[in-house]
């Protein structure tokens, strides 16, 4: 028999589970039911970029810190940690130079310090690469730093912490979700983001919100996000309460929306205030009764020089950043910050810094052409330091360049068209405007004015197949930066490069920052001189700009088979043209054409050689060399004045040398007896004087010539003089490259008539190259038209000679800028 206390024991401790059921059905009712509710206060940040105190940029002033700090203490005070939520959404850790002496570790001390419960990602807090990043995240004594959708590239999973709760007054749970935006991909250094990707924010928002549901009671999104981005995501997730948008107001009214993105649900939408002048204040109240969220921006409380700060906490970070900043600069450029570079006086502006960095930048990368966006300088605010050594000049230091070249930029060259870097020039030309301010500085390689997109003296040449012009540019600039997107569509794009001179493209070479690469080069040039230099000119090559353009073009070498016919020939029997020796006839032609040319301010120089050697079988004759020509031509354009674009028009020479290598045999068969005859070998030069045109809608080499021809033959023609028309003519047709050569004379007078009188003669041949890996195979035509001036039969007016041959080819060409390209 069991004891009456022990059943009573067992029967409790039976009843145990069914008691804990009804005081957790009980318990959740009356929370629903009872739940108070609570108000909380936000104080946001965003875009502060690292400033430790008050600093001017440009026409605004950071708050910094410091200054901050005080702020958010007494609001603290005010309300209570427990009803406090201290928010950055990124750009916290940069670009403030003094933060790259210690990599950004003082700011993380000092946001845990002030009591920032969250931060998310900007550009900036990849300025260290993503090791420093993780391990800031890890730091016990730093800043929950969240971000959902930054992800290794492996995994698909976050790098850091998707989200963190918060717990505030009466256990109101909050859930702060970091997002960052995928342009960030785009400004930061590639061996910065290696293995690392950024999702879809609006795809990663949905893909971990019923989590958040389930163990937060408020929902926040902490966003480096535009404000656009960041209402396109309240209106596809409206489940969010608050969306922190990145920082992009200076001084202005704040914005905050309220977006509705369904019947039951509205989101918040609030921006903080940029360079971290004043700190956004918003009320937050979430009713525990019916669960809903309600906000209101209270003020934007200001950090500025009315705000006092504390003394020992400036001190600490100020003491502590230019001692970390002082090694800094030892280590990486072997100078102290305030070491001069290059002296310069009270002539020297900022338009001269700007260019001396393209000049620099033009020259170490041996590109044509240099272009940055002028957001890239910050001068506002910047005052360049006196020299000691002489009161009347001042000093270029690591320590002021750090902060007009403010970014981490990398070097980038690449290849673009002559329309790309046309649609370029007048994207920068709106942006010029009053209010726009990202427009594009440039310099290239060029003897004409700082201000044109001129290129080796002339206008961006918009031809088919397209002009490519080698580029020198920055990482942000390349990813299609500030909407300059045509920079997206380069060729053979270069992020590594060699040598310590100018720089080679390679895979196996390293970055290079721009801001680096131009310290560098100063202090490179200032050790190689006895004294310091006083002046640009002593530390860039002016000579560079000032060179002319060399350009090797193998126009064809190639292999040809052709067929074709003759007509009212005969009449033309002892005129020594190849064209006018049968009727019918195939033939199989070797070519080689190549070209040389130079381009300076006043001079256009092209030279070129010719060779061709054919054998044609014609009629019922043997196969035969009918063909063994080679000519040299040299032509002298002088430019007097700039294109504009529109057609220019230049005085032009030319002289021209014809030739055969060996002379050539005709061959006749009567009667099965073959019998050889030798021609004599032909030997032409011909003089000329015209007018050449600039290239204009796809031709080019366009001239037009009164010419003077003296055969030095053995037995010589009459000298001729003719009007002489050539031009060259280029067009892709779908993926293909239409080309046309017109070489046309008509004589106006003879001398000496011996039966060769010619009247007009003309070459046209055009044909379709279509590309076969590095090989062009071109179907092509050929029509040949001459006209004497006498016929061998009297009373008679000479006959039209034509010949039309059809032929197909297989060659290559090839475009080599020399000072610009490896051949091989």
Known sequence: MVPFGRTLEMNLFRSIPLILLLCAVLGSKSTAQDQPTVDLTLLLTGNTYGYFDVTPVGKELAGGIVRRKTVVERIRREVGNDHLLLLDAGNALGYFYLLRGDRGSAMIS???????????????????????????????????IVCANLVLKSTNEPFLKPYVIEHKANGIRVGILGLTDPMVEQTTLRQHIEGLA?????????????????????????????????????????????????????????????????????????????????????????????????????????????????????AWLAVGGEQQYYEYCRKNYDVEPDEPLMLIDSSFTNNHLTELVLQILLQQSGAELSLLNNTFFRFEGIEIPRYEGDPRSRKLTVR?????????????TMKLTGQQLSVLQ?????????????????????????????????????????????????????????????????????????????????????????????????KRLRDASPHIPAKPGAIIDSLYRARNLWRFT?????????????????????????????????????????????????????NRLYAAFGQSKITDQPLQEVLDDLFFETVVNLRFSRGTGSISIYPSASARYDTELTPTESKQTNSGVSNATKN?????????????????????????????????????????????????????VVGSLFRSELDGTYYIKQKRSSGDTRSLLVRWKSDLAIPLGRLRLAPSLYV???????????????????TVVFGISLGYSLDWKMQYESLF
């Open 110 to 144: 000092a946001m845990h310090t002030v009591g920032y419960d969250a931060m998310t990602v900007g550009n900036h807090e990849l300025d260290y690469g993503r090791d420093m990043l993780r391990e800031y995240h890890d730091l016990e004594s730093g800043v929950n």
């Open 198 to 314: 950024i999702t879809d924010p609006i795809v990663t928002a949905k893909k971990h919100l019923s989590q958040l549901q389930k163990e937060a009671d408020v929902i926040i999104a902490l966003s480096f996000l535009s404000l656009d981005d960041c209402y396109r995501l309240a209106m596809a997730v409206p489940e969010i309460d608050v969306i922190v948008a990145c920082g992009e107001s200076v001084g202005t009214p704040l914005i905050l929306r309220r977006e509705t993105g369904s019947d039951e649900h509205a989101t918040f939408v609030v921006s903080p205030i940029r360079l971290g002048s004043g700190i956004v204040r918003v009320h937050l109240r979430y009713a525990g009764r019916t669960r809903s969220t309600s906000a209101a921006l209270l003020d934007v409380l200001p950090v500025d020089t009315t705000i006092s700060g504390d003394v020992g906490f400036a």
């Open 400 to 412: 002021l360049l750090e902060q007009i070249l403010w970014t981490d930029n990398e070097l980038v």
């Open 426 to 522: 007048r994207l920068s030309a709106a942006n010029s405007k009053p209010g726009r301010g990202n427009h594009l500085q440039h310099l290239q390689v060029t003897t004409d004015g700082f201000e044109d997109w001129y290129v080796h003296n002339a206008p961006l040449q918009q031809k088919s197949p397209p002009e490519l012009y080698h580029v020198a540019t920055s990482n942000f600039l390349a990813g299609g930066g500030n909407g300059y997107t045509p920079f997206r569509e380069g060729r053979q794009e270069s992020f590594r490069f060699l040598g310590d001179g100018a720089l080679r493209p390679s895979d196996d070479g390293t970055p290079v920052i721009i801001r680096e690469l131009v310290i560098h080069h100063l």
């Open 554 to 606: 193998l126009a064809r070498l190639q292999l040809s088979y052709s067929a074709g016919e003759y007509r009212s020939s005969s009449a033309y029997k002892n005129i020594g043209l190849t064209e006018l020796r049968g009727t019918d006839f195939e033939r199989i032609t070797y070519e080689a054409d190549l070209r040389l040319k130079q381009e300076s301010k006043w001079l256009l120089w092209d």
């Open 680 to 732: 004599p070998r032909q030997q032409d030069v011909t003089i000329g004087v015209g007018a050449g045109f600039s290239e204009f809608a796809g031709f080019s080499r366009t001239r037009i010539s009164l010419t003077q021809t003296f055969d030095r033959s053995s037995k010589p023609r009459p000298d001729e003089n003719g009007i002489n028309l050539q031009t060259t003519y280029q067009v892709p």
């Open 784 to 802: 040949f038209l001459f006209h004497g001036r006498q016929s061998l039969e009297p009373a008679k007016s000479p006959p039209l000679a034509t």
